[in-house]
């Protein structure tokens, strides 16, 4: 496509500002439907929040403001700004409680860059602006200082959320049961998603008054927008002429007719937190009276700026009477900023006073009602009763920044289920081949006999194991055996993917050592091989099987060809990529594997046919994963103790949909006792390989199974005088 001059592609310029501003559209309402089916009518930000993408696309969406254009503005030209303009706030309106994910450095950085560009827009819009859209202009101006006066009480929010937060977790520390059972993981993971959904600083932005006043301006442009589209679909007119806006030409209306919509469609998340915020809360007088006293700033509103103003003058100011003049002016400076933030916080409530008190009265009227009918029922409802229990439970774990404003019942009974909800939907998505291979498992012999010291290594260095790579190891050498029937190798490839996708969740938490990260990265590497092309370092596995060799030959050639892969790393001074850190780590651990079970298949009579071999390996795999697995409970209690106040959500997730898929898996293991080994070296497969065999409880049964049950905490200390103790899984 060639242009003749600069202005004759403005058009698809427009096009690519429309584009800009559908995108932002879409990340609005994903936001939105996600709130709708979480029921959190707050609407928190996940995907429309403020970052660098984010301004970059509100910067191409405001393209229109800034340019300059060569007539002088019309009526339309001006419509044409003040519907970007509105854009522009509704979209400040809708990322606006994400500022509370950001702290520190990351939130400075992300306010600069949105003032920067606030200011560019505004100097360009003032020069174009008709003067007698003045107080217009000073308004659109005003209600962009709003994020700015948000983002000034980011962190002393955070930090009271914090301080509350970990009093809060003191409390369940203080009554966690001293047992390993699904019943108390499911409460401990409870009690943390009551206290990490309510001390979200997201909720408490979206709670605030400067939220609702973003509601009560989105709501009056939303009407507005819907109105103007009406009138320009019944009269079959168009946003601009476009002989006015001469740049964009045709381009013009797409820009509008978007904008408009985003209009519409973006004020949907501040309106629903203006309206429903007051039914976030239990009514109460004080609290009530607090909501209607405009004049009201809360302490933590200024607790940022009092500080700035508290602290000392930098150190390397000379001389006594530049220090006074630095404070003087420093002080200055932040007196305004703080009658600019006060100002900004009273106009707000006073903007949402007449919603908020009309709320307030339909509350109480609804109150009242229900007293009403309350009287005239004589039967409970016990299931609302087991409701009203279960909150009272998780009640005193809410964490909230003012201790007078209690949430609602509502909002802890629709918290407490999501994770409910969250939890039953993981249970229906239990590993079930999984759980078959670990009915195999009668002990942890395997993780003893899978390495044989006996085997003399290749270099006086050897390769962390982890639990992954030696799971995906002994899977190839299964894959690999001869006369095998193709329906035992699909179960157990089902088997093992399903273990492996819980093996990582143990190894993320306690894979610390740089070289454990190494093997976990090489088992991934390998897993996606075996998995997909039943191939192990590019030598295809089953072909082993088809050419006629037994089971002991292929044993031997799967450690040549390891050794070889080994001697060959170590011997080349710059390895190639063929030659990589993982491809020796691969081959060092299928030297040592297959070999171990080599030297076992010839000292073992009974393993003299291919399917025992195959079952004595599927049995090795898993006892390894029923070892791995005992360390579920450790796991689930690190991921609901999560430091990043904005990672912690997720990780709580993670946590309720692991202990969902494992229930059956602990049931599994409710009696089975463990050796003496400390809750630190249970996590490592090595640690478990430094056991002899005769430390092994119940080593000397056929079954490896102790019938009796019982309960005890895992010891922390190694140098424990017991022998073994019994976890319960219940």
Known sequence: MIFDSPNDAMPWVGLYIAVASVICILAMAADVVQAFRQWKLWFPNRFFTLNAATITLVAIAMKPVVDL????????????????????????????????????????????????????????????????????????????????SVALTVSATRKKLEHRY?????????????????????????????????????????????????????????????????????????????????????SSDIIMWVQTVGIVLGGIAPTFRCFTSIGHYNLSKKWSKNQINVFRVETHWIETLQQWKRSHAHPHIPGHHCIIVFHYIRNTILNIWITIHIAVLITCKIICLIPRTFLIMLSCCWHFFKSFLKRFKNVANAS???????????????????????????????????????????????????????????????????????????????????????????????????????????RLLVSVREGLQIIRHVEECVNVDEDLEKAGKAAKHAWVEVQ?????????????????????????????????????????????????????????????????????????????SDEELFDWISTMIADILSACFSNLPHVINMKCHHRAIEKREDNIRKAAQLLGKS???????????????????????????????????????????????????????????????????M
Request: one cysteine or more; a neutral charge; aromatic letters at 10%.
């Open 69 to 148: 254009p060569n007539e002088v503005p019309d009526y339309k030209a001006n419509n044409f700004k003040v519907v970007s303009m509105s854009f522009l706030i509704t979209m400040l309106g809708n990322l606006l409680p994400s500022l509370g994910l950001l702290d520190g450095r990351e939130l400075l950085m992300n306010m600069l860059a949105l003032g920067i560009l606030i200011i560019t827009i505004f100097v360009n819009f003032v020069i174009q602006f008709d003067i007698s859209y003045l107080v217009s202009t000073f308004l659109l101006i005003f209600i962009t200082l709003w994020p700015f």
């Open 384 to 490: 609302s009763n087991n409701m009203s229990l279960g909150i009272e439970e998780y009640a005193r774990y809410v964490v909230q920044i003012e201790e007078d404003a209690k949430l609602s019942n509502r909002i802890l009974r629709n918290t407490l289920h999501s994770i409910t909800k969250l939890l039953d939907k993981s249970e229906k998505k239990e590993p079930l081949s999984l759980v078959k291979l670990l009915e195999k498992s009668t002990g942890f012999n395997g993780v003893v006999k899978f390495d044989n010291d006996h085997v003399p290594p290749l270099y006086p260095e050897e390769t962390n194991n982890c639990w992954s790579l030696v799971v995906v190891t002994l899977t190839s050498i299964a894959i690999a055996l001869p006369n095998i029937a193709n329906g035992h190798f699909k």
């Open 663 to 729: 229930k059956k898996i602990l049931k599994i293991l409710k009696v089975r006792q463990l050796p003496n080994i400390d809750l630190d070296s249970m996590a490592y497969v090595d640690k478990w390989h430094e056991l002899t065999v005769s430390q092994l409880p119940n080593a000397d049964l056929p079954n490896g199974v102790n019938t009796s049950a019982s309960t005890t905490m895992i010891e922390r200390d190694s140098s424990s005088s017991v022998e073994s103790f019994t976890i319960s899984f």
């Open 532 to 608: 997909m092309y039943r191939s192990w370092l590019q030598i295809e596995l089953q072909k082993l099987a088809q050419k006629g060799k037994s089971s002991k030959e292929i044993l031997n050639w799967l450690g040549d060809e390891a050794a070889k892969n080994v001697i060959q790393f170590k011997s080349s001074k710059r390895p190639s990529i063929d030659h990589s850190p993982y491809k020796f780590i691969l081959a060092s651990s299928m030297y040592r594997i297959s070999r171990s079970i080599l030297l076992e298949c010839n000292e073992q009579e009974n393993l003299s």
């Open 166 to 250: 970990k009093e809060s977790q003191s409390l369940v520390s203080c009554h966690q049961e001293k047992m390993f059972s699904y019943k108390e993981h499911k409460r401990l993971v409870k009690k943390y998603w009551m206290m990490t959904e309510t001390h979200n600083p997201q909720f408490v932005i979206a709670c605030s008054p400067i939220s609702s006043a973003f509601g009560v301006i989105c709501s009056f442009f939303g009407l507005r927008g819907v109105f103007q589209m009406y009138v320009l679909c019944a009269g079959d007119i168009t946003f601009t002429d476009s002989t006015v806006i001469s740049d964009y030409k045709w």
